[in-house]
């Protein structure tokens, strides 16, 4: 991002203010500023539309296609990445259709219609496949595991796992080797199997210490807090989750301090502790709320959902939390599952809420 930025301070051409500006636009994206991402990236549509280069222009929609995508304006989103697949088309570019599609699919698995993606995705293998382009194929493959999470279709989910392995070795790329790590430790988790988790997730660790990843390094931390609980192995929790914490104070990130608070809210309902787990799981949607991360937001009604299981709707504090979270669900689905559960909380009145 820095070379760009100074980039743009030596009066580059039209199409290099525009590759430039997509760059830093890019990188902010990565880093979750999105506000900044977006300025980044609109300038650089404005110079690609006056360049006269359909590529750089498509790249520059696509671009933005991706901050609309995760600032949640959907709509936006997706006339983006139409305006970019017909620019991709009347271009012939194969390559670049595959990428738009990649979004696009990714577009609806935040929607949560897992179908529609994986019906785009498998378009986009077969262009990705035809042009050879690996790094794109790794990105669709990602995506199509976890699809297949999200449907509960395990086998599915790991063929496509064993097909990211081979890309990453095919590209020598440590950092999808460790994210392919942790996606198959993650799928385990998902279905309680604790110990088969542990050795990805233990190798994902250590592959993104390797890279000097904090962030994602936290994130594994998380999953493996889980898995202690899970076996409970409650000794162990502790150190991971100081180092968690202290990895995260380096990073501006609030979808990861959500994940952190989160699982100090797990720890505290298996201790039967409701009123911490009330405290740390309000945390967790605080940030949740900052980040605006429909993912979070997501992983939060999962834990909320094991709460009530484990204590109960007696817990105090439990109906504050419940509507607070109503207000900020992006997902009507998870809104109506919030308001079964207000009807069994005791004196809840959901009236005061129902045209939230």
């Excluded at 080797?177 to 998902?190: M, P």
């Excluded at 279905?191 to 190798?203: H, K, S």
């Excluded at 301090?257 to 309902?269: F, K, L």
């Excluded at 997501?298 to 007696?314: A, P, Y």
Aim: net charge positive; hydrophobic share 40%; glycine share 8%.
């Amino acid at each position: 991002m820095r070379c760009a930025v100074q980039g743009l301070k030596h009066a580059p051409t039209t199409v290099e203010s525009a590759e430039l500006n997509r760059i830093a636009g890019e990188a902010f994206l990565n880093r979750g500023q999105l506000n900044e991402a977006f300025d980044y990236v609109t300038i650089a549509r404005r110079y690609a539309l006056t360049c006269g280069d359909s590529e750089v222009l498509c790249k520059s929609i696509l671009a933005l296609g991706r901050v609309y995508g995760r600032m949640n304006r959907y709509a936006l989103a997706d006339k983006a990445w139409s305006e970019a697949l017909t620019l991709a088309n009347i271009n012939g570019d194969v390559r670049l259709q595959g990428r738009i599609l990649v979004n696009r699919a990714a577009l609806n698995q935040r929607r949560g219609d897992h179908s529609q993606a994986l019906a785009i995705l498998e378009d986009a293998r077969k262009r990705l496949e035809k042009v050879g382009d690996l790094r794109g194929l790794a990105g669709c493959y990602e995506c199509i595991a976890y699809s297949y999470m999200e449907k509960d279709e395990p086998k599915l989910a790991m063929q496509s796992f064993e097909k990211l392995e081979e890309l990453a070795r095919q590209l020598d790329d440590k950092k999808l080797d460790a994210i392919t790590h942790f996606r198959r430790g993650a799928l385990h988790l998902k279905q309680d199997e604790f110990t088969e988790a542990l050795e990805p997730l233990e190798e994902a660790y250590r592959l993104f210490k390797r890279l000097g990843d904090r962030k994602n390094r936290a994130i594994v931390l998380c999953n493996l807090i889980r898995i202690h609980i899970g076996l409970k192995q409650i000794g162990k929790v502790g150190p991971f989750l100081r180092e968690a914490i202290g990895l995260a104070k380096g990073v501006d990130s609030a979808s990861l301090m959500s994940n952190i608070q989160m699982v100090r809210g797990e720890m505290a309902v298996y201790e039967g502790a409701g009123d911490r787990a009330i405290r740390y799981f309000t945390e967790a949607l605080s940030y949740a709320e900052k980040a605006d991360d429909v993912e979070r937001f997501r992983s939060l009604h999962g834990r909320l959902g094991e709460m009530v299981k484990e204590l109960g709707f007696k817990v105090p504090g439990l109906e504050r939390l419940l509507k607070r979270a109503r207000r900020g669900y992006p997902s009507v689905g998870l809104k109506n599952e919030l308001d079964e559960w207000l009807k069994q909380v005791p004196s809840s009145d959901v009236e005061e809420d129902k045209n939230i």
